[in-house]
């Protein structure tokens, strides 16, 4: 029987985590050689292994509740990390090795990069393994040098088998929880990581639009002869790769290649939010086929374990015209600390 204990003992002990209000109850085997690290406020549990040659990798352990069905979006961003094309639904359906975590059914997606990556110096491979336990998207993932992370592959999967969930309590179920009146002051409703509340006040110009589960809000600007640009809101656990691969995420959105490290100071500027400071940019990507150009605001703001991403897309026009006011929007959302 796995003891009752918040750490292993030896390194091929067994080991638990008392989740975190709402959450069960997890108990694992910690294989030889990982490292068992402090858990975060996203991660119920985090481990590390080192290779040879300086290779490291690291696996995590996130649950995002309320977050069923769309699976296929976190993926992506994991593929956007490691500068890889997103998948669609389909493909979401049909690519990925059938395993176990504990007793329950779970999909593997594995993705590697094209190019160093880790440390410039090797590719990144990712295995995530993801299931949907009681409202909420569990996330199994590692991540790290090509080489050692293939190697680990039969380690993780072990120990993804070791895993096992005990309920404490009755787990809320976040997707039935009241929405907020339809207003572009937007109260966000409280999820396990928010104590309070998320508050904004949107350009009355703004349009909303209906967020999909993976955006905090969703608005819509609009322009002469039919031009537009949207306004995303969203916010993820970490950093998702850090600046450099968030913005050669959206350059890759508007047909621009990717920078290296020493050209990222270039593109961005620094910006006071309300909960500290974020960084802006401001890119516009080639033209289109109706002769368009397409410009991308973005804002990424960090937060303790987590990163809210402002972003604004569209026809150039829109964007210059709106460019201020997105500005001030970032600037003034009252985002709540993790505790």
Same mark, same amino acid.
């Given at each position: ?36 690290? /402090? ?9 590390? &292994? ?25 993926? #992506? ?8 094309? !997103? ?30 990556? #880790? ?6 491979r990712i295995f995530v393994a993801t299931f949907v336990r009681d409202n909420t998207s ?15 592959? !039969? ?15 009755? !787990? ?7 929405? /907020? ?7 966000? /409703? ?46 993820? /656990? ?9 913005? #050669? ?8 290649? !990717? ?26 990507? #080639? ?30 026009? &829109? ?21």
């Amino acid at each position: 029987m796995p003891k009752e204990k918040a750490k292993a003992v030896a390194p091929t002990g067994e080991a638990s985590h008392e989740g975190h209000a709402g959450q069960p109850h997890l108990d694992w085997t910690l294989p030889t050689g990982w490292t068992e690290q /402090p858990p975060s406020k996203m991660r119920v549990a985090s481990f590390a &292994v080192a290779g040879k040659d300086g290779q490291t990798a690291d696996i995590s352990v996130i649950p995002l509740p309320g977050i069923v069905g769309k699976e296929v979006d976190v993926v #992506n961003l994991w593929r956007e990390q490691v500068r890889l094309s !997103p998948i669609d639904e389909e493909s979401a359906k049909r690519d990925f090795e059938q395993i176990e975590v504990g007793s329950v059914q779970a999909k593997l997606f594995e993705m590697v990069s094209r190019e160093p990556l #880790n440390d410039e110096k090797h590719p990144t491979r990712i295995f995530v393994a993801t299931f949907v336990r009681d409202n909420t998207s569990w996330f199994f993932k590692m991540t790290g040098a090509d080489s050692l992370v293939s190697e680990q592959k !039969p380690v993780f999967l072990q120990f993804l088998n070791s895993i096992s969930f005990h309920d404490h309590g009755t !787990p809320k179920d976040l997707a039935s929880a009241p929405q /907020p009146p339809n207003s572009n002051v937007k109260e966000v /409703p409280r999820t396990a990581t928010e104590p309070t509340k998320t508050v904004w006040n949107a350009p009355p110009t703004w349009q909303e639009a209906p967020p999909t589960q993976m955006l905090k809000a969703k608005f819509l600007a609009t322009g002469d002869a039919g031009a537009k640009a949207e306004i995303t809101v969203s916010v993820f /656990p970490g950093d998702v790769g850090g600046p450099l691969a968030n913005v #050669n995420r959206w350059r890759n959105q508007i047909g621009l290649g !990717p920078v290296e490290q020493s050209e990222l100071e270039k593109l961005v500027s620094p910006l006071d939010v309300t909960i500290g400071k974020a960084m802006l940019v401001d890119m516009t990507g #080639n033209k289109s086929s109706g002769g368009k150009s397409t410009r991308l605001l973005g804002a990424i703001v960090p937060q303790t374990e987590r990163t809210w991403f402002y972003k604004m897309l569209g026809d150039e026009p &829109v964007v210059a015209r709106e460019k201020e006011a997105f500005i001030k929007f970032v600037r003034t959302v009252k985002i709540p600390d993790v505790p």
